[in-house]
Protein backbone atom coordinates (compact mmCIF):
# COMPACT_ATOMS: atom_id res chain seq x y z
CA UNK A 1 0.00 0.00 0.00
CA UNK A 2 0.81 3.65 -0.44
CA UNK A 3 2.34 5.04 2.85
CA UNK A 4 2.86 8.41 4.17
CA UNK A 5 5.43 9.24 6.42
CA UNK A 6 4.59 10.98 9.41
CA UNK A 7 7.30 13.00 10.89
CA UNK A 8 4.88 13.85 14.06
CA UNK A 9 3.94 10.21 14.27
CA UNK A 10 5.84 8.77 17.56
CA UNK A 11 4.11 6.24 18.58
CA UNK A 12 5.27 3.38 20.24
CA UNK A 13 4.09 0.19 22.15
CA UNK A 14 4.39 1.61 26.15
CA UNK A 15 5.65 -1.86 26.89
CA UNK A 16 7.87 -3.34 24.40
CA UNK A 17 8.70 -0.11 22.64
CA UNK A 18 8.21 -1.03 19.45
CA UNK A 19 7.17 1.95 16.92
CA UNK A 20 3.47 1.75 15.30
CA UNK A 21 2.43 2.26 11.83
CA UNK A 22 -1.34 3.21 11.74
CA UNK A 23 -3.22 1.65 8.74
CA UNK A 24 -6.35 1.86 7.24
CA UNK A 25 -9.30 -0.48 6.26
CA UNK A 26 -8.19 0.02 2.83
CA UNK A 27 -4.51 -1.60 3.32
CA UNK A 28 -5.71 -4.21 6.05
CA UNK A 29 -9.16 -5.40 4.95
CA UNK A 30 -7.97 -7.52 2.10
CA UNK A 31 -5.54 -9.25 4.99
CA UNK A 32 -8.40 -10.86 6.78
CA UNK A 33 -11.68 -12.54 5.96
CA UNK A 34 -14.65 -11.25 5.76
CA UNK A 35 -16.06 -12.81 9.16
CA UNK A 36 -12.39 -12.07 10.82
CA UNK A 37 -12.42 -8.33 9.99
CA UNK A 38 -16.10 -7.67 11.55
CA UNK A 39 -14.69 -9.80 14.79
CA UNK A 40 -11.76 -6.96 14.55
CA UNK A 41 -14.66 -4.74 14.16
CA UNK A 42 -16.59 -5.54 17.11
CA UNK A 43 -13.65 -5.91 18.99
CA UNK A 44 -12.66 -2.10 18.90
CA UNK A 45 -16.50 -1.68 19.76
CA UNK A 46 -16.43 -3.55 22.97
CA UNK A 47 -12.30 -4.12 23.49
CA UNK A 48 -12.94 -7.54 23.95
CA UNK A 49 -10.87 -10.28 21.79
CA UNK A 50 -13.25 -13.14 23.29
CA UNK A 51 -15.07 -13.24 19.24
CA UNK A 52 -11.40 -13.24 17.90
CA UNK A 53 -10.10 -16.53 16.13
CA UNK A 54 -7.50 -18.20 18.31
CA UNK A 55 -4.66 -17.85 15.58
CA UNK A 56 -4.77 -14.35 15.99
CA UNK A 57 -4.48 -13.65 19.98
CA UNK A 58 -0.70 -14.45 20.60
CA UNK A 59 -0.67 -11.37 17.60
CA UNK A 60 -2.95 -8.86 18.42
CA UNK A 61 -3.19 -6.07 21.16
CA UNK A 62 -4.52 -2.90 22.39
CA UNK A 63 -2.70 0.22 23.37
CA UNK A 64 -3.29 3.62 24.48
CA UNK A 65 -2.26 5.97 21.99
CA UNK A 66 -3.12 10.25 21.93
CA UNK A 67 -5.14 11.89 18.73
CA UNK A 68 -4.34 14.74 17.03
CA UNK A 69 -6.75 18.11 19.57
CA UNK A 70 -5.39 15.86 22.77
CA UNK A 71 -7.91 13.05 22.25
CA UNK A 72 -6.77 10.09 24.24
CA UNK A 73 -7.92 6.31 23.24
CA UNK A 74 -7.16 2.96 22.52
CA UNK A 75 -5.75 1.29 19.13
CA UNK A 76 -5.96 -2.35 18.26
CA UNK A 77 -2.16 -3.39 17.17
CA UNK A 78 -1.33 -6.68 15.62
CA UNK A 79 2.79 -7.74 15.51
CA UNK A 80 3.58 -8.82 11.25
CA UNK A 81 6.01 -11.14 10.75
CA UNK A 82 7.83 -8.83 8.47
CA UNK A 83 7.06 -5.75 7.16
CA UNK A 84 9.25 -3.97 3.97
CA UNK A 85 9.42 -0.29 3.02
CA UNK A 86 10.18 0.75 -0.28
CA UNK A 87 11.79 4.39 -0.10
CA UNK A 88 13.73 6.42 -1.86
CA UNK A 89 15.03 2.98 -4.20
CA UNK A 90 15.59 1.52 -1.07
CA UNK A 91 13.93 -1.27 0.70
CA UNK A 92 14.19 -1.33 4.30
CA UNK A 93 13.18 -4.44 6.52
CA UNK A 94 11.43 -4.89 9.67
CA UNK A 95 10.02 -7.24 11.80
CA UNK A 96 9.85 -5.32 15.33
CA UNK A 97 7.06 -3.13 14.22
CA UNK A 98 3.37 -3.29 15.33
CA UNK A 99 0.56 -2.05 13.17
CA UNK A 100 -2.41 -0.40 14.18
CA UNK A 101 -5.81 -0.57 12.62
CA UNK A 102 -7.69 2.29 11.75
CA UNK A 103 -11.00 1.67 10.83
CA UNK A 104 -12.45 3.79 7.71
CA UNK A 105 -9.93 5.60 5.42
CA UNK A 106 -7.09 7.48 6.76
CA UNK A 107 -6.61 10.35 3.25
CA UNK A 108 -10.49 10.97 2.18
CA UNK A 109 -8.43 11.31 -1.07
CA UNK A 110 -7.25 8.05 -1.14
CA UNK A 111 -3.76 9.33 -1.30
CA UNK A 112 -2.15 7.25 1.15
CA UNK A 113 -3.71 4.07 3.21
CA UNK A 114 -0.77 3.89 5.80
CA UNK A 115 0.94 6.55 8.50
CA UNK A 116 4.45 5.21 8.87
CA UNK A 117 6.46 5.69 12.18
CA UNK A 118 9.89 7.54 11.04
CA UNK A 119 11.61 4.73 12.35
CA UNK A 120 10.34 2.65 8.93
CA UNK A 121 12.88 4.98 6.78
CA UNK A 122 16.01 4.10 8.93
CA UNK A 123 17.88 0.54 10.13
CA UNK A 124 18.14 -2.56 8.00
CA UNK A 125 18.34 -1.58 4.45
CA UNK A 126 17.34 -5.43 2.57
CA UNK A 127 18.47 -3.90 -1.01
CA UNK A 128 18.97 -1.01 -2.98
CA UNK A 129 16.11 -0.78 -6.03
CA UNK A 130 17.18 -0.42 -9.74
Known amino acids: TVGLIDSGNSLVDPFTKKPVIVCDEVALE ?3 TPLEWEQLKECQQDWSFENLPEKWLTKMRIIPFQ ?6 SFLIVFKPDKII ?13 L ?5 GELASDGSYH ?3 HPKMVQGPKLQALS
Not at 67 to 72: D, I, N, S
Open 85 to 97: VNYEKVQFIHNKV
Open 30 to 32: KCF
Open 99 to 103: IGIQF
Open 67 to 72: GVGGKR
Open 114 to 116: CLL
